[in-house]
Structure formats: C-alpha cells, structure tokens
C-alpha cells in the first residue's frame, strides 16, 4: 500500500488537515473524514454533477479529483453557502421557485450556479442551459432551476447595485 | 470505484517531472486533467504505480501569439480556451471545437494537451489539430523536438510520443484571415463522445477552394484526414454538388467500431452529413 499523506486546505473559509491515500478521491474525504455530506455521489463516473465542489474557483466533480491535488487549495461546497442563518440567494431562489424535488442533485446544481453566477451575472436562459450542462436533474426538467438561477441572478445584481 | 494504490508525486518544473518519468519508467503515468485517466484508473483500465501531476508546472499554460503562431501550453484548460480573447479573435475553430467538449466541470479540469496526448479517436482536439496543420512541442531527455499532428496518431491510445517524453504545448499557425472554419459534432448528449464529428478549414480565392483542409472525429482508430475529399475540392467552386461528392470521398476512409452510439454503417454516414454540414458553415463563414 502507498504511503498516506498529509493534505492541507480550506473547506468553507476553515483550514482542514487530512491524512489520505494517494488514491483517495475528494468526494471520499470530504463526505467519510470531514463530515460534509453535502455534495452527493450520484453515479460516481463524472457525469451526473451531484459531486460538484467549488475548488480553486472552479466547479468540478469531486468523484474524479484525487485529495492530494488539493494540497493548499480552497474548496467550498453547499455546507459554506448559509451565512450566520441566513440562507444565499441561490439557496433561496432554489426554495421559492420549487428548482427541487427529491433534492439530491441540489448541492451540486447550486454549487455550480455559484461559479457560473461569478463569471457571468446576467446569464441568459440559453447560457445557464450550456453552462449548467454538467448537472443532471431526473425529477424536474430544468425548467424551474433555470428561473432560480435567474432569480438569485438579479438578487445577487441588485445586492451588489446597493 | 477507487484506484488501485499508486505513488502521487507533484513536479513544480519540468526538469523534476521528466527527471520522475524517467525514474518510474513503465510504472509511471502523467496526470493532466485527469478526467481520462481518473477514470481508466477507477474501472482499474489503467494501473500505474506512480502517477506524476503535472498540475504545478507553471510554464506548460497559457495562450500567446508569436509571430504567425499561436503558442498554447498543453496544461491549459478547455474553459481557458474558451474564454480567450485571443483565439476567438485568432482561431475560433478551436474556441467552437472546445465548446463541444463534455461539460462544463469537466472543461474546467480537461486540458488540450491531455486530450491530443491520450491518443482517443474519441476526443476532439486530434481532428481540430489536423484541419490547423498543428504541431506539438515534446521534451524528453534528449531535449525538444516538435512533432506535427499529421503522423502524430498512430492507433487507438497510440502516438508518436516516446515514453519518456512529455507535452508542453501546442503550435498552430495562424489561419489566414477570412479563412471559413467549422466543427461539426453529433452527440447524443451531453458529456457523451461524437457519434461522428467534422473539422474544416477553408480558404477562397475568388469564389474558388484556395486550400482545404478536412479531418474526422471518433471513426476510425485514430483520426483521420479526408485528403481525396480535400483534393477533390482544391480550385474549384464549393457548390452544394461537389460538398456531396466530398462528404462520399471523406465517408469512404471511415472505419468505425460499432458501440452504443452506432454501427459502422450508422456513424459512417453521420461522417459524410457531418462534412457536408462543416463545410456548408465554413463558405458561409469564408470571406
């Protein structure tokens, strides 16, 4: 067996440390050694998006990101997004506009919307649609998720506009 | 789905990588997005001893202009390709071409050097780097030698690379002004590989085909040039008529595997539409 290594980085703005294998995989570290359940594992083939995490400011599927490539990164997932009680625009937006059935793509989707919202404040329906395209859905048709997004989009503008 | 255990070491310069690679030999792989590899590694496909992250190496990035060429080091990203100012200016064919790759996390991850370097008539850079007459800068222990796409690809996961060398970027001309490009790419979905997919570069000269250049995603074991169908076009009018004569000669070098997207006969024809339809947009595009 491959000697374990020590990994440092920040989840959600905290320093963690963690001791893996070298073949440990994100998703594996962060859901069985730092208790963040949030992001999902859906098929574990990097295509569904139910893993999604934000790392360096990039969305990616933790499913197919080994922890020791993390060493002094930031990573942030849905657990990072509520602050002092009050939930993000996303989150809220997700609520209101019923973007959710059964939930369990919900981290991922708003994981995602997050990065895509940072590059690009005003998507149009088209743009979210591409640019979403990694995070699969099976209970509500995109529909609804694509009004959320543009919801918290002009939540977010106008937050920033005050 | 975890790897079998391995050894990660993460090289910061160029010299310590291949200095790894040749230390490992036969045990080694090279990690670039790894959107590849992970996965080769996860269904236990691919079992290497040592994996050697190229992520830290700063100088195998970015995107720059040197004289009538475009420098773009292997490590950078899809997304980074995307969001170039300079190749949407300079080359948008590769900018339409890294548009249709997987999606958005994995363009996040997946890089141009990885994509070329894999060997998969799958992906889709092999067949945009032939329609760009590109070439790729390879270092090794005897030092550079650059290496064009034409006769890069040798069989399914087989190049012209040496094991002991690595990619540190990719060199394509520019295209001349008011060149018509297009990818053209049938997908059954996202994320999934082309079903067939077409690459073309097109210069006109008074209403004429100047030059042409024509190559093929995911039929046949590696890409593949339609140089008959190129030929066929050179100083001519591209009229609807001689486009479906073209599509005829580019489906008859089409050797495809039959798999869920298809058989043969299926993902051959999808070849010929997918030429008639790149290079429909590029005259539309040609100036």
């Known amino acids: 067996m491959a000697k374990k290594q020590a990994v440092s980085f920040k989840l959600n703005g905290k320093d963690v440390d963690v001791v893996v294998e070298p073949r440990e995989l994100l998703i594996h570290t962060l859901r069985e050694k730092l208790q963040h359940t949030g992001p999902h594992i859906g098929c574990e083939t990097s295509h569904c998006g139910a893993c999604t995490v934000d790392l360096n400011a990039m969305s990616v599927k933790s499913c197919t990101v080994l922890t020791v490539q993390c060493e002094g990164a930031c990573v942030l ?26 939930g369990y793509c919900t981290p991922g989707m708003i994981t995602r919307a997050y990065r895509l919202l940072k590059e690009n404040p005003n998507p149009t329906e088209e743009e979210i649609r591409y640019w979403m395209a990694g995070n699969l859905c099976r209970c509500t048709g995109y529909q609804n998720i694509v009004k959320a997004v543009q919801s918290a989009a002009r939540k977010l503008s106008s937050a920033a506009a005050a | 789905m975890i790897p079998r255990p391995f050894e990660y070491h993460a090289p ?43 992520g830290g190496i700063a100088e195998l990035k970015g995107i720059r202009q040197d004289g009538n060429s475009l420098l773009i080091g292997a490590m950078t990203t899809e997304n980074e390709i995307i969001w170039s100012q300079l190749l949407q200016t300079k080359c948008p064919l590769l900018v339409e071409g890294a548009r249709q790759i997987s999606d958005p996390q994995v363009r996040y991850k997946g890089t141009i050097g990885g994509d070329i370097a894999h060997g998969d008539p799958g992906n889709d850079h092999p067949a945009l780097m032939l329609a760009l007459a590109a070439s790729f800068a390879l270092r090794g222990a005897g030092g550079e030698r650059v290496v064009p796409a034409d006769g890069f690809f040798i069989g399914t996961y087989e190049t012209a690379m040496k094991p002991d060398e690595i990619m540190t970027q990719v060199r394509i001309p520019v295209p001349a002004q008011g060149a018509g490009y297009c990818y053209a790419k049938l997908k059954r979905k996202t994320g999934d590989f082309a079903a067939a997919a077409a690459a073309v570069v097109l210069h006109l000269k008074g209403g004429r085909v100047q030059e042409v250049r024509i190559a093929l995603t995911n039929v046949g074991p590696t890409p593949l040039r339609a140089t008959e169908a190129e030929a066929l076009l050179r100083g001519n009018r591209p009229d609807d008529a001689i486009i479906l004569q073209a599509a005829r000669l580019a489906m008859s070098v089409c050797a495809p595997s039959a798999d869920q997207r298809g058989d043969a006969e299926y993902k051959t024809a999808m070849a010929g539409e997918m030429t008639i339809r790149a290079l429909t947009t590029a005259r539309q595009r040609a100036a």
Not at chain 1, 77 to 102: M, N, R, V
């Open chain 2, 12 to 54: 910061q310069t160029l010299p310590d990588a291949l200095g790894l690679l040749r230390q490992f030999g036969d045990e080694a792989k090279l990690l670039a997005g790894g959107h590849s590899l992970l996965p080769m590694m996860k269904l236990r496909f691919a079992q290497p001893g040592h994996l050697i992250d190229l």
């Open chain 1, 77 to 102: 997932t849905i657990e990072g997004f509520a602050q002092s009680g009050e939930l993000h625009a996303l989150q809220e937006s997700f609520h209101l506009d019923h973007a959710l059935q059964c």
